[in-house]
């Protein structure tokens, strides 16, 4: 998958989770601010994008994966989804 694609897919995958519309999703950019600056991205709301992320980039996300550097930033977590898909 290209960065391209797998940032379009990240996207569409955040908007749908926390319900957030397209169009501030499509706004994020590598510096965006995601744990603790979106409202709508609450420790709840990590398991089900973690969940998400799984089933439609086909990964596996073990628990010790998940630090607060990945969450903090859009571009954090992009780098950590690459990741996992060159695991594959």
Do not use: C, N
């Amino acid at each position: 998958m290209s960065r391209a694609a797998l940032d379009k897919e990240l996207k569409s995958i955040i908007s749908d989770v926390l319900g957030i519309d397209e169009e501030t999703a499509d706004a994020l950019d590598d510096e965006s601010g995601l744990f603790g600056h979106l409202p709508e991205l609450d420790s709840m709301a990590v398991a089900g994008l973690l969940t998400e992320m799984e089933d439609r980039l086909d990964i596996v996300i073990e628990d010790d994966d998940v630090d607060g550097e990945m969450l903090e930033t859009y571009g954090g977590l992009l780098a950590f989804a690459e990741g996992k898909l060159a695991e594959r």
